[in-house]
């Protein structure tokens, strides 16, 4: 990169930057960490959540580093005195209006995590529970209004990357909440169940609600799994979240923004349509025809033999391009490198084409 | 595919995902995309939100629509006309790129003899699309240098498919769209591992890599490497199996697909794979194709095994297993290799990565493909023909890869079936964000259920009028090759006379409905266009299906 | 989306009537703005949101001391659809109520019992009415009392200036906001014009709303003459086409005395070439901020911006805008007519005169126009004096906080009441005698602020709540430990809601409460 020619003073530190960047950014690439709860790099600045607040000289107000573009001469503080007291009793006033309890490790908690880091005061008494929750019977997002921040992270992403939005901030004041128009369940809405909600809320307010999750062990135990996602061909990465003990996927989340072709997005069937991985309803042991018709069970020995000798036979009796092999755009490439490879090398017929062929 | 590598040389998109969002203009043309490619739609918001120009053309007034600058609302099957006017104006207007043109092109001349027949003013009588809307969107996106086309199956599920594709390539080549980042011809691939079951060769044409089965040197190497003759003539494809099913052919390997719901005119497959003599079928549920099976062999799901996808942006990805398969359920790979061993062929016990790695070293495009390169720096974008080179985010950069991008002349063909005074409307099927294909794994989500349970038919307000028919109401679909029944949606989505209805639901399967002709060079089916009528069967009491839904 | 379209929204929510079911989904769809932005939009605002609640009682500090909380109680009790509201601007005529959109000045329990359950039937006919009003002697800028003016004198005198010169004569009387914040009028008309953009508008701030304020009511039921002719020379020097007022929704009487003088000016020939719109303002004390007040008029909801950018580059729909209260723009006609000098000469410690509302116990509430920098001693000299003994005063509003009596006859201007920690304002100047206790005096502010937060940063969202928790804590019975143990972390909730408060009203929202405890730390104890 050539180096730029804007300068600006970081905690006395000389710091390049790109026109454009924000002091936020220019202080993550020289590595001095700001805290931030209502950022993300997909959304439009907000400046609401007030943790990346920090001192620039000349000003009397400190500052939000995520929506204030760096300028040449900037002197820009993060470690000072008063922005070590701003970051403490910010942090103390957003505990104080948490919920008390054992919610907390079960997801992780950006805030609670941060408040760990910047020393919030943790004997700041707990304000009385003020948002009270509302039943909606839609089948995979829950929202506990007394968890929420407000940061909107979740209701910018709606809007901003989604497109949709279904999900809007509503009422005023300490009133303030989530909502959908009317209050309204999220079926009946233009929700389109993508659940980039709960991978932007930064507290566990927007959470998973499947009953599988909360038979699940904590989040800290389940196994990530990178994969990519088997539905449409963008090919999302994302990461299986693994019951060990019960062999069972019970979470789907998406890598983290600016990481992946997917940039930290999923859609509906990409972050919830995995039931079908161990649905009962599927084939557990090989299947042949009986004589009367039926279907019976199978060794895999017998099984692979009346297949060999079945797709043999009918080359023996009608030529070896009597056979033709469908193969799957789901399967693996391997998969279908072998399929190719059978159809050619084993049976010497070039009959054979993948299922979506276009 | 096959009408990329005849004009560019390679088959896949020719730019990133990554790039729409730095496009200043959009031509986005028979693809749905925020219902298909929920992502690659986020990518194109995130465009216009920074203030790139977007054209839709489309038959129906889909969600793009709603944030595009521009729609064009064609009439189903007359792409063709909708493209070669554009291309007329270019010409006329002496916007062709000409050093671009001069340095990597051949055949200009044939395709501006054509295009100049096809003025914008008679393409509205054929589309339907105001002549002036064909003249600004071909100005714009002739004089943007970011500008960028992306289409999906509702260009190339026709009879004329492959010209569609064409009348595409020679917008892009005779306005220089090549080479460039944001830019390019972008197919949207509608499955994970199309591309990457292309790349593999399970073509009856194409050896892993898109080498031709009658190119010699090419079939040398994998006689060599395989220790077998291979024969030089092309196999048949998908479209021609299904109509010789139970005629030439009579015995079928069937993995991963439900063909007795997927493909078209399903009513005549059913009779002839009823004449097939043997059938295998690998499959993770018992499907409809299962009642003319023979043998069949449970298979594994991507969360169950190790391999690669390759995305619509030829990006080579990891699938890793992250649980065991149900009870004796194996990986498709393992199950193959066993298969050609009880055939008597010795096959070695080999993994994906080795499985990889075989196919790497007979296919230059991914011979410096390898898993352990992908666990390490991520997905690899082909061409990538060396360990260490860092793969292609945009093709054709510094020429085009066939050596000369190649114009090709196209006439407009009526689609097969047209609408007449018997089957009025015309019904195009295609799918939703809320289900996937067959819908075997979608339909057993719960949630996806709930949000879309059943089948419908999207039409306008004035057929609806015409028929009595109210929103809610149970209706068949008739055309000349079936009848299915569901439940009515009046939607503004649909343009008059036309009707569209979704391909997910086993009980109202669109495919008894659809034409199995298919395109002349690729055989894929015209599921885009046939002649439909509608019978009221029942009123319905409660409504419409998607009440408050944003359309209606 | 259409910007405009999207300005239509919280229009077409109260021709609606409010937010009933279904409605944000057809506004919706007549705007085209997704119905959850719709409905977002709508609750922010207390008019359109809570649709049941017929009747407002104002809880405001100076009704709230005639009573007006005992009124709310008797109307619920006799089964009135009744809640409470902040402010109605009418701080003089308390305590004050609002049926519908009507204010209902000097509102008593003797109408409520005659009105037998039915809200149909409180007040029914609410003839006009306007406060009193009264000046110290010597020139005035604006002269509430005076004939109206439709000559038009004053815009066609800055039309032969040229813009240029009527800058500089605003300059010259060194005309500061009126609004609260003090800060210099030129400077903005100044930046506005300087903008390259060939769009830019001009907006009044007319939602009134700071408990004790109620000059800008006056200066609209009165002079209208002055705001209006005020816009339109403000819009010719910046070069706007368009002015936009918001006006307080609930305040009957402007909403219809604003538009009347616009007709009367706009049939008299006037103004040529300058469009004038009004926008209701459905009940957000947040709205007074300027941003806050963009945003609304956009359609959305009342939340203040980031600063910088300014106004005055990216206001209104992105294009530079000059944002002026309505007593600033009063003041601008006769600026232009007298020179800029002659208005500077006008004030004591600063420039000008000052209109300063004067209500809680004192004789003769209403709006005195006096020199900028009188104090209140003269004040209420003129009002006939104090109601009782004065114990303390909130200067500017409940965001100055309180200061005691022995500060009486300090300059109310702008530097001189900053030096206390307090500050002037919008000048609503509410007087309180020895029978208040100054704790339940910082209550009511507390309990303001925290209903009219917008929600938006959480040391104001959660800060105001609470101080107010931590306050009404302290006041239940128990010893002196436990009462000072329940107010420990006010210092540093305080500390953080005026270093992180987004805009002014959180940062100034704890003022009323440590003013008080610093002034009167007795009133905390007993």
Redesign the interface.
């Known amino acids: 990169m050539i180096q730029s020619r804007h300068q600006l003073s970081l905690n006395g530190a000389a710091v390049s930057f790109a026109a454009g960047e924000t002091v936020l950014a220019v202080a993550a690439r020289a590595g001095t960490a700001i805290p931030t709860l209502c950022h993300d790099s997909?959304l439009e600045p907000a400046?609401?959540?007030?943790s990346c607040?920090v001192e620039i000289e000349g000003r009397p107000?400190?500052a939000?580093a995520c929506?204030t573009p760096a300028a040449d001469g900037m002197v820009v503080a993060t470690a000072s005195e008063?922005v070590a007291?701003?970051r403490r009793?910010?942090l103390?006033?957003?505990l104080?209006?948490q919920p008390a309890g054992p919610e907390r490790g079960g997801h992780s908690c950006e805030l609670h995590a941060m408040a760990d880091e910047f020393g919030a005061?943790p004997d700041?008494?707990k304000?009385?529970p003020?948002r009270a929750g509302r039943a909606d019977p839609?089948?995979?997002i829950l929202f506990e209004p007394d968890k929420c921040?407000?940061c909107a992270r979740c209701?910018r992403y709606c809007?901003?990357?989604?497109?949709?939005?279904?999900?809007?901030?509503?009422?005023?004041?300490?009133?303030?909440t989530i909502?959908?128009?009317?209050g309204r369940g999220l079926?009946?809405?233009?929700c389109?169940?993508?659940g980039g909600c709960i991978d932007v809320c930064p507290t566990g307010a927007m959470t998973e609600k499947m009953p599988r999750t909360a038979a699940a062990p904590p989040e800290r135990e389940l196994e990530p799994?990178?994969?990519?996602?088997?539905?449409?061909?963008?090919?999302?990465?994302m990461d299986?979240n693994?019951d060990r003990a019960a062999?069972?996927?019970v979470k789907v989340t998406s890598p983290p923004p600016g990481t992946?072709?997917?940039?930290g997005?999923?859609?509906?069937?990409?972050r919830?349509?995995?039931?079908?991985?161990?649905?009962p309803?599927?084939?557990?042991?090989?299947?042949?025809?009986a004589q009367d018709g039926s279907?019976r069970e199978a060794s895999?020995d017998e099984?692979?033999?009346?297949?060999?000798d079945?797709?043999?036979?009918?080359?023996e009796?009608?030529g070896r391009?009597?056979?033709?092999?469908?193969?799957?755009?789901?399967?693996?490439?391997?998969?279908?490198?072998?399929?190719?490879?059978?159809?050619?090398?084993?049976?010497?017929?070039?009959?054979?084409?993948?299922?979506?062929?276009? | 595919?096959a009408g990329l590598v005849t004009t560019f040389g390679a088959g896949a998109m020719t730019n990133?995902?990554?790039e729409i969002r730095d496009a200043d203009f959009l031509f986005v043309i028979g693809s749905n995309t925020?219902e298909?490619?929920?992502?690659?739609?986020?990518?194109m918001?995130?465009a216009v939100?920074r203030g790139a120009r977007l054209v839709v053309a489309d038959p129906r007034a889909i969600w793009m629509t709603s944030?595009a600058d521009r729609h064009l609302r064609l009439r189903p099957g007359t792409d063709v006309w909708l493209l070669n006017a554009m291309a007329h104006v270019i010409v006329a207007e002496g916007l062709v790129d000409q050093a671009f043109l001069a340095a990597n092109t051949e055949n200009f001349e044939a395709v501006g003899e054509t295009v100049a027949r096809y003025t914008p003013e008679e393409a509205e009588e054929v589309t339907g699309v105001p002549a002036e809307d064909i003249r600004a969107t071909a100005r714009e996106y002739a004089t943007t240098r970011k500008a960028g086309i992306y289409y999906t199956?509702g260009i190339?599920?026709h009879t004329h498919?492959t010209d569609n594709v064409y009348a595409l390539s020679n917008l892009v080549l005779m306005t220089g769209h090549l080479g460039l980042a944001s830019a390019g011809m972008n197919?949207?691939?509608?499955?994970?591992?199309?591309?990457?079951?292309?790349?593999?060769?399970?073509?009856?044409?194409f050896?892993?890599g898109y080498q031709r089965?009658d190119d010699d040197a090419a079939r040398a190497r994998?006689e060599a490497a395989?220790g077998?003759?291979?024969?030089p003539?092309?196999?048949?494809?998908?479209n021609e199996?299904m109509k010789?099913?139970g005629k030439?052919?009579?015995?079928?390997?069937?993995?991963?697909?439900d063909?007795v719901l997927?493909e078209p005119n399903v009513a005549k497959l059913e009779v002839g794979l009823n004449q097939v003599?043997?059938l295998?079928l690998q499959?993770?549920?018992?499907n409809e194709t299962?009642r003319f099976?023979?043998?069949?062999?449970?298979?594994g799901?991507?969360?169950?095994?190790?391999?690669?996808?390759?995305?619509?942006?030829r990006?080579?990805?990891?699938?890793?297993?992250?649980?065991?398969p149900?009870?004796?359920?194996?990986a498709?790979?393992e199950?193959?290799?066993?298969?050609?061993r009880?055939?008597?062929?010795g096959w070695p016990e080999q993994d994906?990565a080795a499985?990889?790695a075989?196919?790497a070293a007979l296919a230059p495009k991914f011979a410096g493909i390898r898993h352990e390169r992908i666990e390490r720096e991520?997905?690899i974008q082909w061409p990538c023909e060396t360990l260490d080179h860092p793969g292609t985010p945009f093709l054709h950069e510094g020429g085009v890869l066939r050596g000369r991008g190649r114009f090709e002349p196209v006439e407009y063909r009526p689609s097969v079936e047209l609408a007449d005074s018997e089957y009025p409307l015309v019904l195009s099927t295609g799918r939703t964000?809320?289900h996937?294909n067959a819908a075997?794994?979608?339909r057993?989500?719960?949630?996806?259920a709930?949000?879309q349970p059943e089948a419908f038919l999207e039409l306008h307000r004035r057929d609806a009028r015409d028929r009595g028919i109210a929103d809610g109401d149970l209706v068949e679909v008739r055309t000349r090759r079936g009848a299915v029944r569901c439940r009515a949606a009046i939607s503004k989505q649909v343009r008059p006379g036309c009707i569209w209805m979704p391909f997910h639901f086993a009980e109202a399967r669109a495919n008894l409905l659809t034409v199995d002709d298919g395109d002349s060079v690729?055989?894929?089916a015209e599921y885009k266009v046939c002649a439909a009528e509608l019978l009221l069967l029942e009123g319905a009491a409660g409504g419409g299906p998607f009440?408050?839904a944003?359309w209606v | 989306m259409d910007e405009r379209q999207r300005a239509q929204v919280l229009g077409a929510l109260q021709g609606a009537g409010g937010?009933t079911?279904?409605v944000?989904?057809l506004v919706?769809t007549q705007t085209g703005v997704?119905?959850?932005?719709?409905?977002?939009a709508g609750?922010?605002?207390?008019l359109l949101?809570d649709t049941a609640v017929k009747l407002r009682m104002c809880t405001g500090l100076s009704c709230a001391m005639k009573g007006s909380r005992e009124l709310l109680t008797a109307a619920q009790a006799a089964g009135l659809p009744a809640a409470e509201c902040s402010c109605l601007a009418a701080c003089d005529l308390a305590p004050a109520a609002l049926r519908e959109r009507e204010v209902l000045p000097e509102f008593g329990s003797a109408e409520l019992d005659a009105a037998g359950g039915d809200w149909h039937a409180v007040r029914p006919e609410q003839a006009a009415w306007c406060g009193a009003v009264d000046a110290l002697p010597g020139e005035l800028a604006m002269d509430l009392a005076g004939e109206r003016d439709r000559s038009g004198d004053a815009f066609a005198r800055a039309a032969e200036l040229g813009a240029g010169a009527v800058i500089a004569e605003v300059d010259a009387a060194g005309l500061q906001g009126r609004g609260g914040a003090g800060f210099p009028a030129a400077f903005k008309w100044k930046a506005v014009r300087r903008e390259t953009a060939e769009t830019r508008y001009v907006v009044l701030n007319a939602d009134e709303g700071e408990p004790g304020a109620f000059k800008d009511r006056e200066v609209l039921l009165r002079r209208p003459d002055l705001v209006v002719e005020g816009l339109a020379i403000a819009a010719a020097a910046v070069g706007a086409r368009e002015v936009w007022c918001y006006l307080g929704a609930e305040s009957g009487g402007p909403w219809r005395s604003l538009p009347a003088e616009i007709d009367a000016a706009k049939g008299a020939g006037l103004y040529d070439g300058i469009a004038f719109h009004l926008h209701a303002a459905p009940g957000?004390y947040i709205c007074g901020e300027e941003t806050a007040l963009l945003e609304a008029l956009e359609g959305k909801?009342g939340?203040p911006r980031?600063k910088p950018p300014f106004p005055t580059q990216v206001g209104l729909w992105g294009r530079p805008t000059l944002i002026h209260n309505v007593e600033t723009i009063a003041c601008v006609p006769a600026i232009v007519r007298n020179s800029g000098a002659w208005f500077a000469g006008l004030g004591r410690t600063g420039p000008g005169t000052k209109l300063y509302c004067l209500s809680g116990h004192v004789a003769r509430p209403g709006v005195y126009e006096a020199p900028l920098g009188v104090s209140l001693d003269e004040l209420l000299e003129a009002a006939g004096g104090v109601v009782g003994e004065l114990k303390a005063f909130s200067p500017g509003g409940a965001s100055s906080g309180f200061l005691p009596a022995s500060e009486s006859g300090r300059p109310l201007d702008f530097k001189s009441l900053a030096e206390v920690g307090s500050m002037l304002g919008s000048a609503g100047i509410v007087v309180l005698n020895d029978a208040v206790n100054m704790a339940e005096a910082a209550l009511i502010q507390l309990r303001f602020f925290?209903?009219?937060?917008?929600?938006?940063?959480?040391?104001c969202?959660?800060?105001?709540?609470?101080l107010r928790?931590?306050l009404e804590?302290a006041q239940r019975p128990g010893d002196g430990e436990a009462r000072r143990a329940a107010l420990r972390?006010v210092a540093?909730?305080a500390?953080?809601m005026n270093?992180?408060?987004?805009c002014g009203l959180g940062q100034a929202a704890p003022l009323p409460l440590t003013s008080a405890l610093k002034w009167f730390p007795e009133d905390f104890e007993a």
């Open positions: 997909r400046g609401c959540c007030r607040l107000r400190m939000p929506a008063r007291r701003h009793t910010l103390s006033m957003y104080a209006d005061a700041w008494p304000m009385a003020l839609n089948p995979y921040i407000l209701t809007d901003e990357v989604e497109g949709v939005s279904a999900i809007a901030l509503a009422k005023r004041g300490p009133a303030t909502s959908t128009a009317d079926l009946d809405t233009s389109e169940l993508c799994v990178r994969t990519t996602c088997n539905y449409c061909g963008v090919g999302c990465q299986l693994v062999n069972r996927v992946t072709t997917n940039d997005n999923l859609c509906v069937k990409g919830f349509a995995y039931d079908f991985i161990g649905h309803d599927r084939l557990t042991t090989p299947l042949v025809r279907l895999w099984a692979l033999q009346r297949a060999a079945g797709l043999r036979g009918v080359a009796r009608h391009d009597a056979l033709g092999f469908v193969s799957s755009s789901r399967c693996t490439g391997e998969e279908n490198y072998l399929v190719q490879k059978l159809a050619r090398a084993v049976f010497d017929t070039n009959n054979v084409h993948q299922c979506s062929a276009t | 595919m990133s995902i990554g925020s298909a490619h929920p992502i690659i739609a986020m990518e918001k995130r939100r944030i199956l190339t599920e498919g197919p949207l691939r509608g499955q994970n591992n199309v591309q990457g079951a292309n790349d593999s060769g399970a073509s009856p044409v050896l892993p089965i994998f395989w077998v003759e291979l024969r003539e092309p196999g048949l494809n998908l199996m010789e099913a030439s052919l009579k015995g079928f390997y069937v993995m991963g697909e063909i997927s003599e043997f295998v499959d993770l549920f018992l299962a099976a023979d043998v069949i062999l449970p298979g799901c991507f969360a169950e095994k190790d391999g690669v996808f390759t995305n619509s942006e990006r080579v990805q990891m699938v890793r297993k992250a649980v065991e149900p009870g004796q359920a194996r498709d790979l199950i193959l290799q066993d298969l050609a009880a055939c008597g062929a994906a499985v990889y075989e196919m991520g997905g964000l809320y996937y075997t794994q979608t057993r989500e719960p949630g996806l709930a949000k690729t055989g894929t009440p408050g944003w | 937010l079911e279904d944000a989904a919706g997704p119905e959850a932005e719709v409905y977002g609750s922010f605002f207390h949101d957000a909801r939340m980031l925290e209903a009219e937060s917008c929600g938006q940063c959480a040391p969202r959660i800060g105001t709540r609470f928790e931590a804590e972390h540093d909730a500390w953080q270093e992180g408060s987004i």
